[in-house]
């Protein structure tokens, strides 16, 4: 949809084929009907009316966003600049995503850890206060529900950022095993801030035009920490992290004070405001995971090279939701993984659901996300293929619009990942 986007298909057009292509969508597990559920356009048909707005919504009309539809709300895919441009900028100033439409949420009481240790893999008691760590929560058969952020604010407070193309099944989810939890004698709440807006704030000088509005230190605000504080005078939780693989930061804070921040960063000749067409390709470039597309519920994370994820104190039990599966697959392996893709040939960006061929024919896997690098000025994909052939270098083909282009498979991330860590 991006693509086509860049290339001048209008909007609804574009959002009524997305549409259709996800009717046809079945799940094999190759083949090109194995194409991944677009989760963000499930609501492909709705009216701007019928559809969620963030605080910034009249804002970004103001400065020229373009509005579609993504995970029930109306959020911008991109604004005056191209998407080429604002995700080269990204790379080399700063930009502020709308990100509101993400699920904020807390788990609190004297028990936060021991349940949320429930639902995801994590080993969250090791954290240290202030500290977060990207996590995934599975269903009974070990696969992805969802993938999350989670940071340990104190052993009784528990903050988790989750999809909000995902929000109504990952609130059913964990309601469900909070219910079992406190019937058991567990002392928990699962909240969700609803009066809050998130916005992420990425890029290399994004530190550099966010230092003045605030007492904190931020160079020793690390990768993955989080605390509140102060920016421009109101409060906010700032957890140094992000999508893009930039250094950055992600901004919670009260709804109403939403407008005036992002105006007063706008203020630095650095900053610019950026859509999701340009952080699809920022975190592709990444090799970071989209929900719906890389990752789903058939997929376990040991499939998905997230097997980091799972603390390494918790292998012996896997005491949380679908730890039986993920138990077997520790020691027994998995027969398919997710691996990046580099092209040798001229051809078509692979997109989600190119089928992945040896020379001879054989189908050995798909596509899940794919486009062309701004950055790398190539085309570049993720997906995933049969174990034997995951190793980086392998040869094979990629499959699209009935052409096939050679390619190699690779390591990621695609390109060099800046995270503010300690010297």
């Known amino acids: ?28 597990q190759w ?3 194995a194409r991944p559920a677009l989760v963000p356009f499930a609501r492909a048909y709705a009216d701007d009316a019928n559809l969620l707005k963030t605080a910034l919504y009249d804002f970004h009309l103001e400065m020229g966003g373009k509005m579609v539809p993504f995970a029930g709300h109306s959020m911008p895919i991109q604004y005056k600049d191209s998407i080429m441009e604002a995700t080269k900028h ?21 028990d936060a850890v021991a349940f949320t240790e429930r639902i995801v893999v994590g080993d969250i008691k090791a954290l240290k206060n202030g500290t977060g760590t990207l996590s995934v929560v599975l ?20 903050y988790v950022v989750l999809n909000g193309a995902c929000s109504e099944k990952d609130q059913a989810h ?14 928990a709440e699962f909240i969700v801030h609803g009066d809050r807006s998130l916005l992420a704030f ?69 900053a610019r405001l950026c859509g999701l067409g340009a952080r699809d390709s920022l975190r592709l470039e990444a090799g970071l995971c989209l929900y719906g597309n890389d990752l789903n519920e058939t997929i376990s994370p040991l499939e998905a090279g997230l097997t980091w994820t799972i603390g390494k104190a918790r292998r012996d039990a896997c005491d949380f939701v679908g730890g039986d599966v993920i138990k077997k697959q520790l020691e027994n392996g998995v027969d398919k993984r997710r691996v990046g893709f ?30 062309f690098s701004p950055v790398l ?4 994909a993720m997906g995933y293929v049969r174990k034997a052939h995951a190793k980086a270098g392998t040869e094979l083909l990629v499959e699209t619009r009935g052409k096939s282009t050679p390619a190699v498979t690779a390591k990621m991330p695609f390109v060099t990942c800046h995270y503010h860590r300690p010297a």
């Open 1 to 28: 949809w991006i693509h086509a986007f860049v290339r001048g298909i209008p909007p609804r057009a574009m959002l009524r084929v997305a549409a259709q292509r996800l009717a046809k969508r079945a799940a094999p």
């Open 202 to 270: 990425q890029g290399p000088k994004a530190v550099d035009v966010l230092q003045p509005l605030t007492d904190l230190d931020l160079s020793k605000l690390y990768f993955g920490m989080f605390t509140e504080a102060k920016v421009n005078g109101v409060d906010v939780w700032l957890t140094r992290t992000g999508y893009t693989g930039e250094d950055g930061f992600e901004i919670s804070l009260l709804k109403k004070d939403t407008v005036s921040l992002t105006k007063k960063l706008l203020e630095n000749s650095d």
């Open 174 to 187: 964990i309601n469900k095993h909070l219910a079992e939890f406190k019937a058991r004698g567990g002392d």
């Open 139 to 158: 269903n009974d058969n070990g696969g992805i529900i969802d993938d999350t952020v989670v940071t340990k604010v104190s052993d009784e407070d528990v």
């Open 342 to 371: 580099k092209f040798t040939g001229k051809g078509a960006p692979a997109r989600g659901g190119s089928i992945v061929k040896t020379a001879s024919g054989e189908v050995v896997g798909a596509i899940t996300s794919g486009g």
């Open 377 to 380: 000025g190539e085309n570049i």
């Open 31 to 33: 083949g090109a009907a």
């Open 90 to 110: 990204c790379r080399s100033a700063a930009s502020i995503f709308d990100v509101s439409h993400m699920l904020g949420s807390s788990i609190r009481g004297k």
